[in-house]
């Protein structure tokens, strides 16, 4: 089977602004991919040209192998979407709405709501509008689980909630998401980080980079090269070494393309006087506001 | 249609309070009408007061169900859950129209047919205009009801659409002139049922199956715009010329000639009474080979005077409205302009004159002793609602359709006879189709008419006086275009408040 996700040049403008702005993006089969980026990135708009949403205002994109603008309730029924601001049927309660949304999948799993109604302790009287935050993001969940999708689509599901509920979606997701293909958006990271395998950085609706998370951690680095004298920064300053301060003696910068034998030679060639040269792995939040704040920056 | 029911069912079973609430009134206002809308007064007038506040309730109660149902799955946004779950969207509309139809058209259908059997007319001959008057209330409420349901998100949004509509509205009544046309005003009306019923169902598919709420929103601001104020743009000529398709000419109407006849009467008006505007002037018209038992009715005049061949001055299409005895159609009085007749008042004139023109058939007259309470007529129920004064207001109660028009005559053995006409003078088909209630009411009017030599009081007065009451039915509408060459306008002014010029001697 192909991708589940796949854009190509995808574009997204509303209105003359560019939201997202071609978009190459593809999401291995079984994968759990994150898509992160400061507000405003493009990740939601990214995610519902995805769900058909929105039309693409150029390039294309498909979804289980079908193009986004053909969906039809076919591909829908194997598309299990949870995001932090839709609008539910808040007059519902949480064992109307399940049992509203069992006729229009041929796969719902009664056992499996009930059991995910159970771990979530969610009460199956009480309207969506009377239900926490917390407690409506469980009730989407189960609600988009219960028919076990293929793909699993969330937009920032973690949104605003309590660190225990956080883990409690996190662990149901898990738990039901095997086999299937998980695309989330986030700036959530310190999450992000605990379950993802792949993951993009979307920044002013381009995408910076995509790549499985065992690669990216191995790709940044935190460099401290310490000098004999007060450093000058070189005037041929690498385009990979981002966010460079300097202070006494001591130099730091973030290596974005970092490769132990190429990566030492260069800072060798750069800073000869060094005396010493530290190298620090970077846990994912330290990535993301390194290239935030290079982008910033830049514009 | 399995997907379909299964929203139905569900719509149902969370708006039940608002349905509960529209049928209520619904109710109210079916036992209201069987109760109040009587032809003489009613024994209940505060329930004439409450049947005219449920008669805007009621449609106001049906567009606020159709938007609340339709806002149940909102179609413009980006956050609806349904848009993320496999909804089919023909089910959806689908779903939509079934809860319509059986909420609304079916429970409009039933208060129309309680109405017209509570009031003792017959339903199943009046089935025609009742499905008629379906059709109507379809395209001016529901389907209207749905497009801006469609565009919208809430009810605050209804709310702004309908703000939006009114200003709309509002500028059309100062911006746009208005007038009404006594026969062929039925021609506007359908004309603008059958564009709300193809654009707003247009939009209304569109929106189901496309979901572009932008271009959406643009043709509901353009449907408005174009029904609002593209309507009373429309020409009374066109509007003619529909009227003459509709109704296709039974006999030769090629014998019935209108010519001039400016030498059988002059005006003996001073030309400095002549004050009024616009200026009424009577053409004189001879008529022949009129078919007997037929009259023949002006519903529109063209008026251009020229000087030479340059025309000076065009008036447009102007609607008649039957103030003069038109049994004996000897005259043709047309308006101009003060200043042109100021100006040319004393010059010979050529008058060019179009005539929009209908033939009407009389049919059997009904015989009705004069102080009779209550009467039948022509398919509606009659009352004389205070026979002790003069003229006696007579008001007729129908279903759907007014009591034709009609000539009124008062006789009694051995005396003259007081003619008026009466009734109604539209032609459309149906009449009560949007109104609130299914039964049309009219007054039937006995006038002393001006220049009548009858004493038509002292007819009244008489015991043994008759009301004939002689239906007409409309049997073909032409055009005739005269020319009436070295006129002066001077010679065929009306006095002011007369109907008519006399020959003078």
């Given at each position: 089977?192909?991708?589940?996700?796949?854009?190509?040049?995808?574009?997204?403008?509303?209105?003359?602004?560019?939201?997202?702005?071609?978009?190459?993006?593809?999401?291995?089969?079984?994968a759990?991919y994150?898509?992160?980026?400061?507000?405003?990135?493009?990740?939601?708009?990214?995610?519902?040209?995805?769900?058909?949403?929105?039309?693409?205002?150029?390039?294309?994109?498909?979804?289980?192998?079908?193009d986004?603008?053909?969906?039809?309730?076919?591909?829908?029924?194997?598309?299990?979407?949870?995001?932090e601001?839709?609008?539910?049927?808040?007059?519902?309660?949480?064992?109307?709405?399940?049992?509203?949304?069992?006729?229009?999948?041929?796969?719902?799993?009664?056992?499996?709501?009930?059991?995910?109604?159970?771990?979530?302790?969610?009460?199956?009287?009480?309207?969506?509008?009377?239900l926490?935050?917390?407690?409506?993001?469980?009730?989407?969940?189960?609600?988009?689980?219960?028919?076990?999708?293929?793909?699993?689509?969330?937009?920032?599901?973690?949104s605003?909630?309590?660190?225990?509920?956080?883990?409690?979606?996190?662990?149901?997701?898990?738990?039901?998401?095997?086999?299937?293909?998980?695309?989330?958006?986030?700036?959530?990271?310190?999450?992000?980080?605990?379950?993802?395998?792949?993951?993009?950085y979307?920044?002013?609706?381009?995408?910076?980079?995509?790549?499985?998370?065992g690669?990216?951690?191995?790709?940044?680095?935190?460099?401290?090269?310490?000098?004999?004298?007060?450093?000058?920064?070189?005037?041929?300053?690498?385009?990979?070494?981002?966010?460079?301060?300097?202070?006494?003696?001591?130099?730091?910068?973030?290596?974005?393309?970092?490769?132990?034998?190429?990566?030492?030679?260069?800072?060798?060639?750069?800073?000869?006087?060094?005396?010493?040269?530290?190298?620090?792995?970077?846990?994912?939040?330290?990535?993301?506001?390194?290239?935030?704040?290079?982008?910033?920056?830049?514009? | 249609m399995?997907?379909?029911?299964?929203?139905?069912?569900?719509?149902?079973?969370?708006?039940?309070?608002?349905?509960?609430?529209?049928?209520?009134?619904?109710?109210a206002?079916?036992?209201?009408?069987?109760?109040?809308?009587?032809?003489?007064?009613?024994?209940?007038?505060?329930?004439?007061?409450?049947?005219g506040?449920?008669?805007?309730?009621?449609?106001?109660?049906?567009?606020?169900?159709?938007?609340?149902?339709?806002?149940?799955?909102?179609?413009?946004?980006?956050?609806?859950?349904?848009?993320?779950?496999?909804?089919?969207?023909?089910?959806?509309?689908?779903?939509?129209?079934?809860?319509?139809?059986?909420?609304?058209?079916?429970?409009?259908?039933?208060?129309?047919?309680?109405?017209?059997?509570?009031?003792?007319?017959?339903?199943?001959?009046?089935?025609?205009?009742?499905?008629?008057r379906?059709?109507?209330?379809?395209?001016?409420?529901?389907?209207?009801a749905?497009?801006?349901?469609?565009?919208?998100?809430?009810?605050?949004?209804?709310?702004?659409?309908?703000?939006?509509?009114?200003?709309?509205?509002?500028?059309?009544?100062?911006?746009?002139?208005?007038?009404?046309?006594?026969?062929?005003?039925?021609?506007?009306?359908?004309?603008?049922?059958?564009?709300?019923?193809?654009?707003?169902?247009?939009?209304?598919?569109?929106?189901?199956?496309?979901?572009?709420?932008?271009?959406?929103?643009?043709?509901?601001?353009?449907?408005?715009?174009?029904?609002?104020?593209?309507?009373?743009?429309?020409?009374?000529?066109?509007?003619?010329?529909?009227?003459?398709?509709?109704?296709?000419?039974?006999?030769?109407?090629?014998?019935?000639?209108?010519?001039?006849?400016?030498?059988?009467?002059?005006?003996?008006?001073?030309?400095?009474?002549?004050?009024?505007?616009?200026?009424?002037?009577?053409?004189?018209?001879?008529?022949?080979?009129?078919?007997?038992?037929?009259?023949?009715?002006?519903?529109?005049?063209?008026?251009?005077?020229?000087?030479?061949q340059?025309?000076?001055?065009?008036?447009?299409?102007?609607?008649?409205?039957?103030?003069?005895?038109?049994?004996?159609?000897?005259?043709?009085?047309?308006?101009?302009?003060?200043?042109?007749?100021?100006?040319?008042?004393?010059?010979?004139?050529?008058?060019?004159?179009?005539?929009?023109?209908?033939?009407?058939?009389?049919g059997?007259?009904?015989?009705?002793?004069?102080h009779?309470?209550?009467?039948?007529?022509?398919?509606?129920?009659?009352?004389?609602?205070?026979?002790?004064?003069?003229?006696?207001?007579?008001?007729?109660?129908?279903?759907?359709?007014?009591?034709?028009?009609?000539?009124?005559?008062?006789?009694?053995?051995?005396?003259?006879?007081?003619?008026?006409?009466?009734?109604?003078?539209?032609y459309?088909?149906?009449?009560?189709?949007?109104?609130?209630?299914?039964?049309?009411?009219?007054?039937?009017?006995?006038?002393?008419?001006?220049?009548?030599?009858?004493?038509?009081?002292?007819?009244?007065?008489?015991?043994?006086?008759?009301?004939?009451l002689?239906?007409?039915?409309?049997?073909?509408?032409?055009?005739?275009?005269?020319?009436?060459?070295?006129?002066?306008?001077?010679?065929?002014?009306?006095?002011?408040?007369?109907?008519?010029?006399?020959?003078?001697?």
């Amino acid at each position: 089977m192909s991708d589940p996700i796949r854009c190509v040049e995808l574009s997204k403008k509303f209105r003359g602004v560019l939201a997202v702005n071609r978009l190459d993006l593809s999401v291995p089969e079984g994968a759990i991919y994150a898509l992160v980026g400061t507000n405003g990135a493009g990740k939601t708009t990214t995610i519902k040209t995805l769900m058909n949403i929105f039309r693409p205002s150029g390039g294309s994109a498909e979804v289980l192998g079908v193009d986004t603008r053909q969906i039809s309730p076919r591909e829908l029924s194997q598309i299990g979407y949870v995001s932090e601001n839709q609008e539910m049927p808040e007059w519902m309660t949480v064992k109307y709405l399940l049992a509203y949304l069992k006729p229009f999948y041929p796969q719902w799993d009664d056992d499996l709501a009930q059991e995910m109604v159970r771990e979530f302790d969610l009460p199956l009287d009480r309207k969506l509008r009377h239900l926490s935050r917390g407690m409506k993001m469980k009730a989407a969940l189960a609600s988009s689980l219960a028919y076990r999708p293929k793909l699993i689509v969330l937009d920032e599901p973690f949104s605003g909630l309590d660190p225990l509920v956080r883990d409690e979606l996190i662990e149901g997701l898990l738990e039901r998401a095997a086999g299937a293909t998980v695309f989330i958006s986030s700036h959530d990271l310190a999450e992000i980080e605990s379950f993802a395998s792949h993951i993009g950085y979307l920044d002013g609706g381009r995408l910076l980079f995509s790549e499985e998370m065992g690669t990216l951690a191995s790709h940044f680095r935190e460099i401290e090269v310490t000098l004999d004298a007060p450093p000058v920064l070189p005037a041929a300053w690498p385009q990979d070494w981002l966010r460079p301060e300097t202070s006494s003696a001591v130099v730091r910068f973030v290596d974005s393309r970092f490769d132990q034998e190429r990566s030492l030679d260069e800072i060798r060639r750069m800073f000869p006087n060094a005396r010493n040269i530290a190298v620090n792995a970077m846990p994912l939040r330290q990535i993301f506001i390194a290239l935030a704040k290079t982008r910033r920056q830049a514009a | 249609m399995k997907q379909a029911m299964h929203i139905f069912r569900k719509d149902v079973s969370h708006l039940w309070p608002q349905i509960a609430i529209v049928l209520m009134l619904v109710a109210a206002f079916t036992v209201s009408n069987i109760q109040s809308s009587r032809p003489a007064g009613s024994e209940h007038p505060e329930l004439r007061w409450l049947a005219g506040l449920l008669g805007v309730l009621v449609p106001v109660g049906y567009a606020w169900l159709i938007v609340t149902l339709v806002h149940q799955e909102p179609l413009p946004g980006d956050r609806q859950f349904w848009l993320t779950r496999p909804y089919r969207r023909g089910s959806l509309l689908v779903a939509k129209v079934l809860f319509v139809l059986l909420f609304v058209s079916a429970t409009m259908v039933a208060k129309d047919c309680f109405i017209v059997a509570g009031r003792g007319f017959p339903v199943i001959p009046n089935i025609t205009g009742l499905l008629l008057r379906q059709f109507a209330w379809t395209a001016w409420v529901v389907l209207p009801a749905l497009a801006v349901g469609v565009v919208t998100h809430n009810l605050q949004d209804v709310g702004l659409v309908g703000a939006l509509v009114g200003l709309v509205y509002a500028l059309q009544g100062a911006l746009v002139r208005k007038s009404f046309w006594p026969g062929i005003e039925w021609v506007r009306d359908y004309f603008g049922m059958l564009l709300l019923l193809t654009l707003c169902a247009a939009i209304v598919l569109w929106q189901y199956l496309r979901r572009e709420t932008g271009k959406a929103r643009v043709a509901v601001a353009f449907c408005s715009i174009l029904v609002i104020v593209g309507l009373p743009l429309l020409s009374w000529n066109a509007a003619f010329t529909v009227q003459m398709l509709a109704r296709g000419p039974r006999l030769d109407l090629a014998k019935v000639q209108i010519r001039p006849n400016l030498a059988s009467v002059r005006s003996a008006v001073p030309a400095a009474e002549i004050s009024q505007a616009p200026i009424a002037i009577a053409l004189p018209l001879r008529l022949t080979g009129l078919p007997s038992g037929m009259m023949i009715v002006p519903d529109g005049t063209n008026v251009a005077i020229a000087s030479g061949q340059r025309v000076i001055w065009r008036s447009g299409w102007q609607q008649n409205w039957y103030g003069m005895r038109t049994e004996q159609y000897h005259s043709q009085v047309v308006y101009i302009d003060i200043g042109i007749y100021r100006s040319l008042q004393n010059q010979p004139v050529t008058i060019r004159l179009s005539l929009g023109l209908t033939l009407l058939e009389n049919g059997t007259p009904s015989h009705v002793p004069a102080h009779q309470e209550r009467f039948a007529f022509g398919g509606s129920r009659c009352e004389e609602l205070s026979p002790e004064i003069y003229p006696p207001p007579i008001s007729c109660l129908a279903a759907l359709k007014s009591p034709p028009r009609t000539l009124v005559a008062l006789e009694a053995p051995g005396a003259a006879e007081s003619i008026s006409q009466t009734g109604t003078w539209s032609y459309a088909p149906y009449e009560a189709l949007l109104d609130q209630s299914p039964l049309a009411a009219t007054s039937l009017a006995i006038l002393q008419l001006q220049d009548s030599p009858v004493d038509s009081r002292a007819l009244w007065e008489r015991p043994d006086a008759q009301i004939v009451l002689t239906p007409q039915r409309p049997v073909a509408h032409f055009r005739r275009d005269l020319e009436f060459p070295g006129v002066r306008l001077v010679d065929y002014v009306l006095p002011p408040g007369q109907a008519i010029l006399r020959a003078v001697p």
